[in-house]
């Protein structure tokens, strides 16, 4: 690009190919890096699924 050449963002190209607005291009890359900080904290996710589960299997077993 040259130095005359005016700057476009990447979502706005990707906004224009997807037909969608800009701003669900960058909430949707907010959400992806979200994902992927899961992905790379897999411990705690495992930790946190067996609580799930764990109270889970509490509450049904719990006699009302």
Known sequence: ???NTPSV?????LAEIHKVNERTIREDGKYAKAVDKIGRNRKVLKHLTLLYHNL???FLTYDY
Do not use: H
């Open 9 to 13: 963002r990447t979502s706005e190209k």
């Open 1 to 3: 690009m040259g130095e």
């Open 56 to 58: 889970k299997l509490y």
